[in-house]
């Protein structure tokens, strides 16, 4: 239980990397040596991750069953969560399902007893917290939530970063800003475990936003140039327009869930009916837009490709762990209230399935006319993004973390190949002019990235063929699934045709197409890296290619699997109780289809056969110059070079609009009318007192003034002779004057 | 010494840096560095009472006055000296002492043209004796006459030793606050007839206008009205916020910074305190609406302002309108959460664009321009100052994890649920445009920081010998600012559990019914 | 009354110190002619002092304060002015002339 009430180790390690190494910086740690405190930190925590994911696999195999006494909540502590501590003080009656139009009561109830009767042996999340800070009556707690899910990405994060961490060794090596670098690496890895383990929405928010901060910072690493900091820049505020969402949809959620921002209290009070439906459906509106920003969805998905000027390391970090799957997890994490805001069971389309299934295909889609290698592999992680949110979208919840689970893998490796390329190859990233002929020259990288690419493309029997099979199957489209889903169905199998094909043509470009192109200013021959980088890829490439086996089918073309071997996954990741949708709301999972899994096969088989006769074989005559020749091909060309004309839009018409004329009518309005009528207050003040002074006052009041001083001026000559300036003569008139004055008074008085 | 201090203890802090004044009015002004000297102890002693002030406070007891002092004053007008510290005006205090000393460090090498430490000096020390005393006093009479000594320092400050156009600037800001201030006077007197409370002091005032049939409505709402534009002005609500960019593009770099981080606050401390604190309900429940759509235009209406700045301290001070709309925000939903958010925002805000003044101040020593067109790549020529922009402006954007976010947040968190009798409809409108307004934060916050820091430097300063890195001054005055930026970031319970139970009190008394 | 006889004596006082005032060339005699008026004036007071209530006395106190300062600051200025003029005959004194 050490490993699992102590994951706050796992984010400490590199937050304190990050700490020492800002501290000591570059002075007292030399050139290059920040690298070995922050690749030791990330090694004992994968280390500790692997623990952890030890003793949850032991706890889940172990634990008492979820059963309608125990109900899930044996391992919260009462403190952190308010469902946890009313059923421990009052018992399952407290989370009795609230009968509405979307929750189906009797379902819910059966489900309960599915699990009991089955005795289903089923692991209880682990929650731990500690009192942060209050508000009026609120209180905020800082924690973690230990569950299937994770540990999952715990392990996913430390190990990928610990590999992208070796990986930079070599790769930034001698950058101008080396420690800089790792630093920030530590602080992007620790924000992304902070998040994974928050324990409660606020906290979630605050490492989403840390993780944004990382990326801006390492996006534009470069920034002496102006395109990488733009990059950076348009990385972050697109995040925030996102955040907006986030910031909103939990604000929703913790009051609709009763003042509480624990993950499990709004779980449950999602899945019992207790928050009502139209707060669900505003709130998983907001979070969707939040997801679509983080994660790459379409149309929000712009900052991704550009997000490509920041060193390769980190394009490998941000899209195979520690960022863009935030969405996702964010989405997996709160379940509940998409399962319910959007009607995800029984129904066929809703707008998380429509988002992920359009990003799958048109983010495919733009990959075909890069160039730039980096960029091919960016868009295929928005289109392989889009297939998770359709995951969710169409109810397969546990497909959506296995794809997450093994694309991690596969698409790290592709990267750092990439980087790997660039590296050997004169640092450019441009695969048509400045690559090609390096398989001989590059066999390591070559072969690694090849596997990756048939993980990603889905080639059997390649981790990525059973994550996306699994997808393609929830989708319910073939069979029984959550829903039945044929838009996204369709448009996935297209997507999958599309990767099979561009990744194929990558493959072209760089790794045969005649001899090498490029110059590698100086360095010879392009050859093989070293082993810094040669090992994370093997690393990368062997689990892209086993991953796959985590969760194999139960049945797969008659042969039964061994009840150990079958669906591991699913058993260790996915949780069952009050605070997650069971069967009686209509939450299945897909059975594995024969008939879909080999057709999706052949359609990615097709994908890469046809670009190998078009490229290998120069056969298919008719596609190649289609562009030029054919109007509706060029105008499909143009749109897709011009990436949706979506960043024109964003960036020339509505930033564009912001910044210059409605920002400056603002000013305008700001300097001209509301300081105008200030202004003018003031000036007709001053005009009023002009007219006052030189009329009244100087014509009128002085005028008077004036001429009683002309009279005194007057009649003082005459009087200044009796200014002899003998004191003794004024003395004579004083008294004089006195003793006269005397005399009235006596007078008078009597 | 003890049962002195806790006595007299608000009265020493308010009056020992105008004894500071007063040592150094009579040292000659030749003697520089022993002016410095003076002002430096005043300030720093000031400071240490505050720090035995945080130490001795009751946190149990936040809710109610401490350390009161209670004396005759001006009999003839029911005036008492009397002050007092709560939970509110804790925080709010401790900002100002801390604030003072390190600006006087900063001003160490930087007394601007056209020099003359000594009078610059006593400004400033009179201006916190001003600060402080708006900050403790419990009597409305001795507030006012502190918010006005307020106003003559910094008339100074701007007037002697601001940029070309300060003679603008300076009466500008003196006439719109004095406006404010006439307004809000004739609310005081009339508080003092109409409630028959027949005494200033804030706590007899605020029972006397609960007495049912004490204040007609209409008396309160215009009551209410007066101290609404005095407050407005100061903190400044949309529209009245025109003096504040000018004011701060032309004050000296330390006029800013106390522009920015103490004297703003004394117009939200002014809604807490008296315009909410001592108001009934109904007035109250009558200005929310108003107040609430005011500083959601002021959040997007400062940053729009924002980007189309091409001075970098403007833009500094545009989004000074903006991040005190998210204050207001918190404080017109009548809650104690709200309010909570408001009073950590507002020393969020004063830490933060404090810090983002001084370093534009220092960048303005050394390029002797802020034309955003002009800089750049200040990363390159001074990397450590360069940092320290950029983790100001991620603070000032409300990053969590820094100070920022728990104000900006909760404020708009807050505003999901106003007060009982608020319109939920137009709050929730509110709130979600504020959290546009936190888009277009990051957007000018880092547009700026782009400008001024990526890249490389531009010709004309590219070899200057001028642009050095951070110096001494700046690493002291500097180094405490930016660990409270961080330390609230993390913990900011530290100033919650103080608010809160203070706040309870003023928000349970204005947020009940309407 | 015992009043009269004081009256009669600060008239007289009175008399010679405007006398002196007026005729002396001196600096220093017109101002010990103007302590003679002074002095007028307190006997005066004291003899009303006692008709009255203790006020007079008091008032009397203060007038000799005052000339003492006033001899003070007289003879002061005249001493400055022999050093300055060599002379203190204050018909020479006419710089005030209109």
């Known amino acids: 239980m050490w490993f699992l009430t102590h994951p706050w180790l796992i984010p400490a390690l590199p937050t304190l990397g990050f700490v020492v190494i800002l501290l000591l910086g570059k002075r007292l740690l030399g050139p290059a040596r920040a690298h070995w405190i922050a690749i030791s930190l990330v090694a004992v925590a994968f280390v500790l991750a692997l623990g952890t994911a030890g003793a949850w696999i032991s706890h889940s195999d172990h634990d008492t069953p979820v059963t309608s006494e125990v109900a899930g909540y044996a391992h919260v502590d009462p403190k952190c969560s308010q469902v946890a501590a009313s059923v421990a003080a009052e018992g399952e009656e407290a989370i009795a399902p609230v009968a509405t139009a979307h929750t189906s009561e009797a379902g819910h109830g059966e489900a309960e007893g599915e699990a009991a009767e089955g005795g289903e042996s089923m692991s209880q999340p682990v929650v731990r917290c500690a009192s942060w800070w209050s508000n009026g009556d609120s209180q905020f707690n800082i924690g973690t939530m230990l569950d299937g899910q994770s540990v999952l990405m715990l392990v996913v994060v430390t190990l990928v970063s610990l590999l992208v961490h070796i990986y930079s060794s070599e790769y930034v090596k001698g950058d101008r800003r080396y420690t800089h670098f790792y630093a920030f690496l530590q602080l992007f890895t620790a924000s992304m475990l902070f998040f994974v383990l928050a324990e409660n929405t606020l906290q979630m928010i605050v490492g989403w936003e840390l993780v944004g901060l990382c990326s801006f910072a390492l996006i534009g690493h470069w920034w002496e140039e102006k395109p990488n900091s733009d990059a950076a820049l348009k990385a972050f505020i697109t995040n925030r327009v996102g955040d907006v969402g986030l910031l909103v949809g939990t604000i929703i959620l913790f009051f609709s869930a009763g003042g509480t921002w624990n993950v499990i209290d709004i779980n449950t009070r999602a899945n019992t009916g207790r928050i009502s439906h139209t707060a669900l459906l505003v709130a998983s509106c907001c979070l969707i837009a939040a997801v679509m920003s983080k994660s790459g969805q379409f149309v929000l998905h712009t900052w991704l490709p550009d997000a490509m000027a920041g060193p390769t390391p980190v394009s490998a970090l941000i899209h195979a762990a520690t960022m863009v799957v935030a969405g996702i997890y964010m989405v997996a994490r709160l379940y509940p209230v998409f399962f319910h805001g959007l009607s995800i069971g029984g129904s066929s389309i809703n707008l998380l399935a429509v988002v992920g299934a359009v990003t799958g295909l048109f983010g495919s889609l733009l990959a075909f006319v890069q160039k730039d290698i980096k960029k091919v592999l960016a868009y295929s992680t928005v289109s392989q993004l889009g297939f998770m949110v359709t995951a969710l979208g169409v109810g397969a919840w546990t497909a959506a973390l296995f794809h997450l689970f093994t694309h991690a893998f596969f698409k790290a490796c592709l990267f750092l190949g990439a980087g790997s390329l660039s590296h050997a190859a004169g640092h450019s990233f441009n695969m048509v002019d400045d690559m090609g002929g390096l398989r001989k020259k590059m066999p390591t990288t070559f072969w690694t990235y090849v596997i990756a690419t048939g993980a990603l493309a889905g080639i059997f029997p390649l981790a990525g063929f059973w994550s996306k099979d699994e997808i393609l199957a929830g989708t319910g489209g073939a069979n029984d699934g959550v829903g039945t889903y044929y838009f996204a169905l369709i448009m996935l199998l297209l997507a999958a045709f599309c990767t099979a094909a561009y990744m194929t043509r990558t493959i072209w470009y760089v790794f045969y197409n005649g001899e090498f192109k490029g110059d590698t200013h100086g360095h010879g021959d392009p050859h093989e890296n070293g082993p810094r980088i040669a090992v994370p890829l093997v690393i990368l490439a062997t689990l892209g290619a086993v991953a796959g086996f985590a969760n194999l089918p139960k049945k797969m073309l008659g042969i039964e699997m061994p009840e150990s071997l079958a669906l591991r996954f699913e058993h260790l990741v996915e949780p069952v109780g009050a605070f997650f949708p069971g069967h009686g709301v209509g939450f299945t999972h897909a059975e594995f289809n024969n008939l879909l899994a080999i057709g999706s096969l052949l359609v990615a088989l097709a994908g890469v056969g046809i670009v190998y006769a078009f490229y290998w074989k120069g056969a298919l005559r008719p596609l190649h110059g289609l562009a030029e020749r054919n109007g509706m091909a060029r105008l499909g060309k143009r749109i897709l070079e011009n990436k949706y004309y979506l960043d024109w839009l964003y960036t020339d018409v509505i930033v564009g609009f912001i910044k210059k004329p409605l920002a400056a009518a603002t000013y305008w309005f700001n300097q001209n009318v509301i300081d105008g009528v200030v202004n003018g207050v003031g000036k007709t003040a001053v005009a009023s007192a002009h007219i006052v002074y030189d009329q009244i006052d100087q014509g009128v009041v002085d005028g008077v003034v004036n001429g009683t001083a002309t009279f005194a001026t007057e009649t003082g000559g005459g009087l200044s002779k009796t200014q002899s300036g003998r004191l003794q003569q004024y003395a004579v008139l004083f008294f004089a004057a006195a003793a006269v004055m005397a005399g009235v008074l006596v007078l008078a008085v009597k | ?514 | ?98």
């Open chain 2, 1 to 514: 010494m003890n049962t002195f201090l806790h006595d007299w203890g608000l009265a020493v802090i308010t009056f020992l840096p105008l004894v500071g004044a007063a040592v150094m009015m009579a040292i000659p002004r030749a003697e520089e560095q022993l002016q410095k000297i003076v002002a430096l102890v005043a300030s720093t002693a000031a400071l240490a009472v505050g720090i035995w002030i945080l130490a001795e406070f009751d946190y149990d007891r936040a809710g109610s006055m401490q350390f009161e002092i209670n004396r005759r004053w001006i009999e003839i007008i029911h005036s008492r000296f009397s002050m007092g510290v709560d939970g509110i005006a804790l925080p709010l205090l401790i900002l100002t002492v801390a604030i003072i000393p390190l600006c006087v460090i900063y001003s160490w090498n930087h007394i601007p043209s056209p020099g003359n430490a000594k009078a610059f000096l006593i400004l400033i020390l009179i201006l916190e004796t001003g600060v402080i005393g708006s900050f403790v006093a419990h009597d409305l009479i001795l507030f006012f006459v502190f918010f006005e000594i307020v106003l003559l320092p910094m008339y100074f400050l701007i007037g002697v030793w601001g940029g070309e156009q300060r003679q603008y600037a300076a009466i500008k800001f003196f006439l719109y606050t004095l406006f404010g201030s006439a307004l809000m006077i004739v609310a005081f007197l009339a508080l003092f007839w109409l409630s028959g409370a027949n005494s200033f002091d804030m706590t007899e005032l605020h029972n006397a206008a609960r007495v049912p049939g004490a204040l007609s409505n209409t008396a309160q709402v215009l009551i209410f009205g007066g101290m609404f534009v005095g407050f407005a002005i100061k903190v400044p609500m949309f529209p009245f916020h025109t003096w504040l960019p000018d004011a701060h593009t032309q004050a000296p770099t330390v006029g800013s910074v106390i522009l920015a981080a103490l004297l703003l606050k004394l117009g939200t401390y002014g809604f807490v305190r008296i315009a909410i604190g001592i108001m009934p309900s109904y007035a109250s429940h009558k200005w929310a609406p108003v107040l609430v759509v005011l500083s959601t235009i002021g959040i997007i209406y400062g940053a729009l302002g924002c980007l189309a700045q091409t001075d970098m301290k403007r833009l500094i001070a545009f989004s000074s309108v903006a991040h005190m709309g998210f204050t207001m925000l918190g404080i017109s939903t009548l809650t104690d959460f709200g309010i909570n958010a408001a009073i950590f925002g507002m020393v969020a805000h004063g830490l933060i664009t404090g810090m983002l003044f001084f370093v534009a101040g220092s960048m303005k020593e050394r390029y002797h321009t802020l034309e955003l067109k002009r800089l750049g790549g200040l990363l390159v020529s001074a990397p450590k100052m360069g940092w320290i922009l950029g983790f100001c402006s991620m603070a000032s954007l409300g990053l969590p994890g820094l100070a920022g976010f728990w104000g900006e947040f909760p404020a708009i968190l807050a505003a999901y649920n106003p007060a009982e009798g608020l319109s939920k409809a137009l709050f929730r409108t509110c709130m979600v445009i504020a959290a546009i307004g936190t888009v277009f934060a990051a957007g000018y916050l880092l547009w700026m920081f782009q400008r001024t820091s990526f890249g490389t430097p531009k010709d004309e300063f590219a070899d200057d010998p001028h642009i050095t890195d951070v110096s001494r001054p700046e690493w002291i005055a500097w180094t405490p600012l930016l660990i409270s930026i961080v330390l609230f970031g993390f913990l900011p319970g530290l100033m919650f559990d103080v608010t809160n139970p203070a706040v309870k009190i003023v928000a349970a008394a204005a947020g009940i019914g309407g």
């Open chain 3, 1 to 98: 009354m015992l009043i009269n006889q004081f009256l009669l004596l600060a008239a007289i006082l009175f008399c010679i110190g405007v006398y002196g005032v007026l005729v002396r060339r001196n600096g220093v005699l017109v101002l010990m002619s103007i302590e003679l008026i002074l002095n007028a004036v307190n006997i005066n007071l004291v003899a009303f002092g006692t008709q009255h209530d203790i006020s007079g006395q008091v008032f009397a106190l203060f007038v000799i304060a005052v000339a003492a300062a006033e001899v003070g600051v007289g003879l002061a200025m005249v001493l400055l002015l022999y050093r300055t003029r060599r002379s203190i005959n204050i018909d020479e004194l006419d710089e005030l002339k209109g």
